[in-house]
């Protein structure tokens, strides 16, 4: 059993930048796949970035750019680092994980977080 819990967001004017943290329970995240997804009110999730369990990285065409995925192994946290935020980005953020980064992609993770608010304003 892994636990999520994400932090670091909040509302930040457009332009500016937040970076946002996954902490994961368990010995076994260094396994897992991470990624991190948003879901917008009244729209659906969406995938937003992925990175494998040796670092490699996958992002959405629409945050490309301006957030960067990373992990911390030894502190079993995965971070997204977010720039040049648009008031489109709001959304709650969610994290995942799963065995692969397809899982991740597709939304089929074995794991959720709770989510965490980012709001940008204009």
Do not use: H
């Not at 995925?69 to 720039?83: C, E, F, G, P, W």
């Not at 995942?96 to 940008?120: F, I």
């Amino acid at each position: 059993q892994v636990q999520l819990v994400e932090s670091g967001g909040g509302l930040v004017q457009a332009g500016g930048s937040l970076r946002l943290s996954c902490a994961a329970s368990g010995r076994t995240f260094s396994s897992y796949a991470m990624g991190w997804f948003r879901q917008a009110p009244g729209k659906e999730r969406e995938f937003v970035a992925v990175i494998s369990r040796y670092s490699s990285t996958n992002y959405a065409d629409s945050i490309k750019g301006r957030f960067t995925i990373s992990r911390d192994n030894a502190k079993n946290t995965v971070y997204l680092q977010m720039n040049s935020l648009k008031p489109g980005d709001t959304a709650v953020y969610y994290c995942a994980a799963a065995a692969s980064p397809r899982a991740v992609v597709v939304g089929t993770g074995d794991y959720w977080g709770q989510g965490t608010q980012v709001t940008v304003s204009s």
